[in-house]
């Protein structure tokens, strides 16, 4: 709508042109400036531990890249941003992958630490974190950065392997977020796709349905008049 609406502009005078197309860049930086930010996003958590166990799942396609930092944190530590240290070493921190996958990441005995994994399959991935008892559950509270996919990357090592400026890394970065938006819209269409033919089907075994059930009803409502009719011709009512 953009292109035709600049079109139009151009065609009523110069001046409007210059405007329509002036729009189009700001609304191109917009969505350059959304995507980049999208890039510098990560998912960055802070909860309470209510129970001596607590749970966090993020969905990941296969060979998609996982990284996360973890903390502990004491209730009253205050801490100043990020990744604040001071609580104490949880029993066990475990990520487990889709079923069948089992265990992918197991520390004991820490209090802070790291995992970067490689997804083998697609499926919700979750991140358990365990503490000694309860009362030292209720006083922590857990700090997780986790990041998925392009925004995982070192983009800094890759940066100097491949000895790219900063234009040229953020196009890197915009190259991968633009690959990575594509493959999610493959996969939602193929779930999309799925989805339709599950419904036509379900569908079609309704309508089935209630033909047959049309059938038994037609088919008990001839049986019951035959039977009357001979049970009262036998009696001599008709």
């Given at each position: 709508m953009g292109a035709r609406?600049?079109?139009?502009?151009?065609?009523?005078?110069?001046?409007?042109?210059?405007?329509?197309?002036?729009?189009?860049?700001?609304?191109?930086?917009?969505?350059?400036?959304?995507?980049?930010?999208?890039?510098?996003?990560?998912?960055?958590?802070?909860?309470?531990?209510?129970?001596?166990?607590?749970?966090?799942?993020?969905?990941?396609?296969?060979?998609?890249?996982?990284?996360?930092?973890?903390?502990?944190?004491?209730?009253?530590?205050?801490?100043?941003?990020?990744l604040s240290r001071g609580?104490?070493?949880?029993?066990?921190?475990?990520?487990?992958g889709p079923p069948g996958?089992?265990?992918?990441?197991?520390?004991?005995?820490?209090?802070?630490?790291?995992?970067?994994?490689?997804?083998?399959?697609?499926?919700?991935?979750?991140?358990?974190?365990?503490?000694?008892?309860?009362?030292?559950?209720?006083?922590?509270?857990?700090?997780?950065?986790?990041?998925?996919?392009?925004?995982?990357?070192?983009?800094?090592?890759?940066?100097?392997?491949?000895?790219?400026?900063?234009?040229?890394?953020?196009?890197?970065?915009?190259?991968?977020?633009?690959?990575?938006?594509?493959?999610?819209?493959?996969?939602?269409?193929?779930?999309?796709?799925?989805?339709?033919?599950?419904?036509?089907?379900?569908?079609?075994?309704?309508?089935?349905?209630?033909?047959?059930?049309?059938?038994?009803?037609?088919?008990?409502?001839?049986?019951?008049?035959?039977?009357?009719?001979?049970?009262?011709?036998?009696?001599?009512?008709?």
């Amino acid at each position: 709508m953009g292109a035709r609406g600049a079109r139009g502009a151009r065609g009523a005078g110069g001046a409007g042109g210059r405007g329509a197309r002036g729009g189009g860049a700001a609304r191109g930086g917009a969505a350059l400036a959304l995507a980049l930010g999208l890039l510098g996003a990560g998912r960055g958590l802070e909860f309470e531990m209510a129970f001596a166990t607590k749970c966090v799942a993020e969905e990941v396609e296969a060979g998609q890249l996982m990284v996360g930092e973890w903390a502990a944190v004491a209730r009253d530590a205050g801490g100043e941003g990020g990744l604040s240290r001071g609580g104490e070493a949880f029993k066990s921190v475990k990520v487990e992958g889709p079923p069948g996958l089992g265990i992918v990441y197991d520390e004991r005995g820490q209090a802070a630490g790291k995992f970067v994994l490689t997804a083998k399959e697609t499926g919700d991935y979750k991140a358990c974190f365990t503490a000694e008892n309860l009362s030292t559950a209720r006083a922590t509270t857990i700090a997780l950065d986790w990041k998925v996919g392009a925004v995982a990357a070192d983009w800094d090592g890759i940066a100097k392997r491949e000895h790219l400026d900063r234009v040229g890394i953020e196009m890197k970065k915009l190259q991968e977020l633009t690959k990575e938006i594509h493959e999610e819209m493959l996969l939602m269409r193929k779930r999309e796709s799925e989805m339709r033919d599950l419904n036509e089907a379900t569908n079609s075994r309704v309508a089935w349905l209630s033909v047959g059930s049309l059938l038994i009803c037609v088919g008990s409502a001839v049986t019951q008049g035959l039977y009357l009719k001979k049970f009262f011709k036998r009696r001599k009512i008709v």
